[in-house]
């Protein structure tokens, strides 16, 4: 159901709000030095992710056909497709563990909220800036070594028309080069929401998120990287209903 300009200002209001909260929580612990990883998960991410969904009255079905399952001390990468703002807070209510974005650096810049992603252990990339760039994806490593899974959306932005996109490299240079187990995920139904570069909310949207079959990127080379991009986008395209 379309949102009518009154649950529009409303929907907006209460999602900066939300998001302004764990902002100011994450830097006031993060000054006093009791922030903790296992806090910002549990406490303020998934916290943060299912009033925003509540807001917007949207419910998640989770499929994981593969029964995946995330071994401690390996890295983990989760791709997706990108459909709309909305699959932030799904990837992180609907997968397991110390989940973080890799994600442009002009969201950094934000005041405050800028702050707070990167004191919460976000991850920022230039995409503009190829010698920054490679500095950034050193850092994702070390990140990724700590026990973070990162969430990288390959195609680098939002899809404008609900398809997948063309893939970016560095999150596969960065799979290959860690040795990590890439776990594809589909996201359908998230552009109905929120759709690209739109204030046009539905509120009581059904998405569905689909897990697929782990791909072990340590199998690969940085030579035939192409072809883990073709698997990835393969298995993402069959999930998210495209193939």
């Known amino acids: 159901m379309k949102a009518s300009l009154f649950q529009k200002i409303r929907i907006m209001i209460l999602s900066i709000y939300v998001t302004l909260r764990i902002t100011v929580i994450v830097l006031y612990k993060v000054y006093r030095g009791t922030y903790k990883r296992e806090y910002g998960d549990i406490q303020?991410?998934?916290?943060?992710?299912?009033?925003?969904?509540?807001?917007?009255?949207?419910?998640?079905?989770?499929?994981?056909?593969?029964?995946?399952?995330?071994?401690?001390?390996?890295?983990?990468?989760?791709?997706?497709?990108?459909?709309?703002?909305?699959?932030?807070?799904?990837?992180?209510?609907?997968?397991?563990?110390?989940?973080?974005?890799?994600?442009?650096?002009?969201?950094?810049?934000?005041?405050?909220?800028?702050?707070?992603?990167?004191?919460?252990?976000?991850?920022?990339?230039?995409?503009?800036?190829?010698?920054?760039?490679?500095?950034?994806?050193?850092?994702?490593?070390?990140?990724?070594?700590?026990?973070?899974?990162?969430?990288?959306a390959p195609e680098g932005t939002r899809s404008r028309d609900a398809k997948l996109g063309s893939f970016k490299k560095g999150g596969f240079v960065l799979a290959i080069q860690t040795g990590a187990t890439i776990i594809p995920v589909g996201i359908s139904g998230s552009e109905k929401i929120l759709p690209a570069d739109t204030f046009d909310f539905s509120i009581g949207q059904k998405v569905q998120v689909a897990i697929g079959k782990p791909i072990d990127a340590s199998q690969y080379t940085l030579e035939n990287k192409d072809a883990l991009m073709e698997d990835v986008r393969k298995s993402i395209a069959q999930l998210a209903g495209e193939a």
């Open 44 to 152: 303020l991410l998934r916290w943060w992710s299912s009033k925003l969904l509540e807001i917007v009255k949207t419910s998640c079905e989770v499929s994981d056909q593969y029964k995946v399952k995330f071994e401690p001390r390996r890295p983990y990468i989760i791709m997706s497709n990108h459909r709309s703002h909305y699959d932030i807070p799904i990837i992180f209510k609907a997968l397991p563990g110390s989940i973080r974005m890799l994600t442009k650096k002009e969201l950094f810049n934000i005041p405050l909220w800028g702050r707070g992603m990167k004191a919460g252990e976000f991850i920022s990339i230039d995409r503009h800036n190829q010698e920054q760039a490679f500095k950034d994806l050193a850092f994702a490593k070390e990140k990724l070594m700590s026990g973070i899974r990162l969430w990288i």
